[in-house]
């Protein structure tokens, strides 16, 4: 499908994606953020059961300061 450059910096080749707001992210501007809370879902954010307890989400720099990531 081509090559999509980064959403932030514009500069780079995205090979992440926000799992918030879908914006595509190179390796230097994705963010990960874990989630400690197995049973709750965030923004309703389908992941894989296969690891109950710690969840990692990769999201955008602006996602991670505004979406409320603790409980
Ligand atoms: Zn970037
Ligand atoms: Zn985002």
Same mark, same amino acid.
């Given at each position: 499908?081509?090559? *999509?450059?980064? !959403?932030?910096?514009?500069? *780079?080749?995205?090979?992440? =994606?926000?799992?918030?707001?879908? &914006? @595509? /992210? %190179?390796? $230097? ?9 197995? !049973? +709750?879902?965030?923004?309703? &954010? /389908? =992941?894989? @059961?296969? #690891?109950? !307890?710690?969840?990692? +989400?990769?999201? %955008?720099?602006? %996602?991670? #300061?505004?979406?409320?990531?603790? $409980?």
């Amino acid at each position: 499908m081509g090559e *999509k450059n980064c !959403g932030v910096c514009q500069k *780079k080749v995205a090979e992440f =994606t926000c799992s918030a707001c879908s &914006v @595509p /992210l %190179c390796a $230097e501007c994705v963010r990960e953020v874990a989630i400690e809370n197995p !049973g +709750q879902r965030v923004l309703g &954010v /389908l =992941t894989s @059961p296969l #690891k109950s !307890g710690m969840k990692k +989400q990769k999201v %955008c720099e602006k %996602c991670m #300061k505004e979406v409320d990531f603790v $409980e």
